[in-house]
């Protein structure tokens, strides 16, 4: 329907004018094709540029015949047309920010309208950054805690403790929390955060609170490396909480500290012997320990009613790529590629990070490792981690499925007050979060087996639902690399055939003088995907010529850190997918089979290529 839809650029359109292209070629919207080419034409001739003598005059007619040439690349499209008449230039924009052509004429129209409200919706968001949240939180301890008597103080059977136990089952939290935020001009956002919460005594299971607060930040960017931000209560007189940040290419600092009213009163109103109030300070430094990695070490230091605390802890991440062009790390390009096919597992591009750490902290001491693992192919990120302290053993386990617009995470915490089962579900920045308490003791194995049951679903859900998602995906991108390469990619095989008929002569004399001399003879050389299944079939190049041509006194080198691709004789056959060079020769008579990553250098003969 729509081949031109994304023609030319509009940037100069004015946002308020549905009708100013019309304007311009003096036209009614009704007017017919036939009158936009002829008032065109028309118009093009008095404010072409080369007619005009006088250089100001030039520069007015210059203007004037580019908004000429903007409008009727837009009118005489029929496509662009229909867009501007029914929006306008966001009917434009739309057409340039999505792919139109494969909507049906009929339903043009409905798409259109449907993309502008779904601009809209993300305007609105933009504007304020609303985020939402619901949490319920849910006691769930008599299950597995509670231990039930019948009339003689006899314990009852399994089945009527469960039920029982189901029949005590409360929901003992309900909170609701709302932020926006929002530009006062370039340097300064304000934020806004309401919470509501109702529930019973954390500790008992009757009684009840109700909690609720109305907070404001404003954070101010005083230059690219500091930013400072002020937050309060806007309900009650609570005092400020000032935060500052410093950031380098290579450090961190940031302060923070609460001040209250009182203390700032304390001048004026101090008694000798009353104890003097300070505010709380905290002093957190992060720096990069090494210029080549990406270590970090982090040092905080805070002062507070309670008593000191100090936290030292490093941290480090990176990003892995299992695909074969990336076996060998020493031989990765500087610029990585940015567009990647998906691979059959999803499996093949992930990142993990870790963290060690020791707090000191009086009764708070203790050790502190945390490892997480993000899967980006599929969107799923998981984490563990671990704290030994002096009131004992803590320790998590999560999982998270990020999609466009949502997320689900789940994740089970054992410590010394219990075992608690969280799980959120967050659409549009909109949350709902089920914090459920399965024990209030220490219970490990309980802990266990609630996070190997949601850990055996995840893994049925990879191997049912989103590998074979990801294999599909991977099947009509390779088919879709097939088409372009066979109806729009039709002169990169001309001058590939080219090519090789001029190293044809070549290396057909570098063959002549191998095989007199028991040297080396390409048999078969292809480049193409290195993942082999059935969507890469037809996607090899067949490179024999341009191998054998590159053959001088029996030895061949190709240097590595960069593509194949641009070797003559070679092209990129899909884009996105990790390449491999697969040679099949003799040396001295016997057979040799050598698969080398796009990446890597090329060596032949190797001792290591023989095939027994």
């Not at 005594?201 to 609720?212: E, L």
């Not at 949350?431 to 209030?440: K, V």
Request: net charge neutral; hydrophobic share 40%.
């Amino acid at each position: 329907m729509a081949e031109n839809a994304e023609a030319g650029t509009f940037t100069a359109v004015p946002a308020d004018d549905s009708e100013y292209f019309y304007a311009v070629l003096n036209l009614p919207k009704s007017a017919s094709d036939h009158e936009v080419r002829e008032r065109y034409r028309q118009l093009s001739i008095v404010f072409h540029p080369d007619k005009q003598v006088d250089e100001g005059r030039k520069a007015t007619a210059t203007h004037h015949f580019l908004e000429l040439q903007k409008a009727y690349e837009v009118l005489s499209d029929p496509v662009t047309r229909r867009a501007y008449d029914l929006l306008g230039p966001e009917g434009l924009h739309i057409l340039q920010s999505a792919d139109f052509k494969h909507v049906a004429e009929e339903a043009f129209e409905d798409e259109l309208r449907r993309r502008q409200r779904e601009l809209d919706r993300l305007r609105v968001e933009q504007a304020v950054y609303p985020r939402g949240s619901v949490s319920i939180g849910v006691d769930a301890s008599s299950i597995f805690d509670d231990q039930y008597e019948d009339e003689d103080g006899e314990p009852v059977s399994a089945w009527r403790n469960l039920q029982l136990a189901l029949g005590e089952v409360r929901r003992n939290r309900f909170a609701v929390s709302h932020r926006i935020r929002a530009k006062a001009n370039k340097k300064t956002r304000l934020t806004l955060f309401s919470r509501v919460a109702f529930g019973t005594n954390p500790r008992k299971r009757q009684g009840g609170f109700v909690g609720h607060d109305f907070m404001g930040t404003v954070s101010h960017q005083f230059s690219p490396r500091l930013n400072v931000q002020a937050t309060t209560s806007l309900l009650n007189v609570s005092g400020i909480s000032m935060k500052s940040v410093y950031r380098t290419d290579d450090y961190v600092v940031a302060f923070q500290s609460d001040v209250h009213p009182i203390m700032l009163l304390q001048p004026f109103t101090y008694r000798w012997g009353q104890p003097l109030l300070l505010p709380p300070l905290s002093v957190s430094i992060f720096r990069r320990l090494f210029p080549n990695l990406p270590m970090q070490g982090s040092l905080e230091a805070s002062i507070t009613p309670s008593g000191p605390t100090i936290s030292i802890g490093v941290t480090s991440s990176a990003l892995h790529d299992a695909s074969l062009d990336r076996a060998a790390e020493d031989d990765l390009p500087n610029d990585e590629v940015t567009l990647r096919a998906p691979s059959s597992s999803g499996l093949a591009i992930y990142s993990s990070d870790w963290q060690i750490g020791v707090d000191l902290a009086g009764a708070a001491s203790g050790l502190r490792a945390r490892y997480g693992l993000s899967l980006l192919e599929l969107g799923v990120h998981l984490q563990a981690a671990v704290r030994l302290g002096l009131a004992g053993l803590t320790w998590l386990v999560g999982g998270e499925w990020r999609g466009d617009n949502g997320s689900i995470s789940t994740s089970v915490n054992v410590n010394v007050d219990g075992v608690v089962l969280r799980v959120d579900a967050s659409y549009h920045r909109q949350t709902l979060s089920l914090p459920i308490i399965l024990s209030r003791e220490h219970n490990g194995g309980l802990g266990f087996w609630t996070a190997v049951l949601p850990s055996t679903a995840l893994a049925l859900i990879y191997y049912f639902q989103l590998r074979p998602r990801r294999r599909r995906e991977r099947l009509e991108y390779l088919k879709e690399a097939r088409r372009q390469l066979r109806e729009e990619k039709s002169e990169v095989l001309r001058r590939w055939q080219e090519t090789l008929y001029l190293l044809q002569d070549t290396a057909s004399r570098h063959l002549r003088t191998e095989e007199a001399c028991d040297g080396l003879i390409i048999l078969d050389a292809r480049y193409g995907p290195a993942e082999r299944d059935e969507g890469t079939e037809g996607l090899d190049v067949d490179v024999t010529v341009p191998m054998q041509a590159l053959v001088n006194s029996s030895q061949l080198s190709i240097p590595g850190k960069r593509s194949k691709a641009g070797i003559p004789g070679f092209y990129d056959p899909v884009a996105g997918v990790p390449k491999a060079l697969r040679v099949r020769y003799k040396f001295r008579g016997r057979m040799h089979y050598a698969e080398i990553p796009d990446y890597s250098p090329v060596v032949i003969p190797l001792k290591d290529h023989l095939v027994e």
